[in-house]
């Protein structure tokens, strides 16, 4: 009954961890991201984004983080793409309109990468 139980927990977790992984793949490829960080954005989110970014090869780090009550206060975060091209931002108040964006399309001369205020032109 036990192993049971225990490999339906753990069925489960696959499932809603590949589910997870869909979802991230569509916004999070080497040469495209689209991300949105609000104030709903969760602990969780930052931590699955980092890890979907790195396994393509893009670093994302992130800190100065508060949250009061569950809802994102500010945030300081650095996007380094394999090339070495990095985008860096820092927002100190965030509020239940604030959309933060970080933004990948393209390559070459007409590759588009933006992070944070450099997003809303």
Same mark, same amino acid.
Request: glycine share 10%.
């Given at each position: ?91 100190? +108040?965030? +509020?239940?309109?604030? +959309? ?7 390559? %070459?001369? %007409? ?6 205020? +450099?997003?809303?032109?």
């Amino acid at each position: 009954m036990k192993k049971a139980l225990y490999t339906l927990g753990m069925t489960l977790f696959a499932i809603s961890t590949a589910f997870t992984g869909l979802g991230q793949s569509e916004n999070i490829q080497s040469d495209y991201l689209n991300i949105h960080v609000n104030q709903s954005t969760s602990r969780t989110e930052l931590a699955q984004w980092q890890k979907a970014m790195s396994a393509v090869g893009i670093g994302f780090r992130y800190d100065l983080v508060n949250w009061v009550e569950g809802e994102l206060q500010s945030i300081r975060f650095a996007v380094i793409l394999p090339d070495g091209t990095m985008r860096r931002n820092v927002v100190e +108040d965030i +509020d239940g309109e604030t +959309d933060i964006w970080i933004r990948l399309e393209g390559s %070459g001369d %007409g590759r588009v990468f933006c992070a944070g205020d +450099d997003c809303n032109d």
